[in-house]
Nanobody, 116 residues
């Protein structure tokens, strides 16, 4: 069964950090471009970061540049999103998805809430 499971979200104070994980099962992650996106209440889902299948190329949205870093461990079939200096506007449900020329898999999301 193909599955992507995000974890690592939670409640954190402004300025704090989190590391989100996205673990794949039922398929081989190294063949896929991995993306992170987020959706805040009442807003559309927005792109956050992307990493190439071999991890050699990454990019991120302007709103998170310098604070969010994505990485991957293909041996563990897992992708990570390191989030630093969290702000209230980062509060959202964070999703990962795996894209190839043939498939596009999504996880159920992990909630990140930034509040003092």
């Amino acid at each position: 069964q193909v599955q992507l499971v995000e974890s690592g979200g939670g409640l954190v104070q402004p300025g704090g950090s989190l590391r989100l994980s996205c673990a794949a099962s039922g398929f081989t992650l190294r063949q896929y471009t991995m993306k992170w996106s987020r959706q805040a209440p009442g807003k559309e889902r927005e792109f956050v970061a992307r990493i190439a299948p071999n991890g050699g190329l990454t990019n991120s949205a302007d709103s998170v540049k310098g604070r969010f870093t994505t990485s991957r461990d293909n041996a563990k079939n897992t992708v990570y999103l390191q989030i630093n200096n969290l702000k209230a506007e980062d509060t959202a449900l964070y999703y990962c998805n795996a894209e190839s020329g043939y498939n596009n898999y999504w996880g159920q999301g992990t909630q990140v809430t930034v509040s003092s």
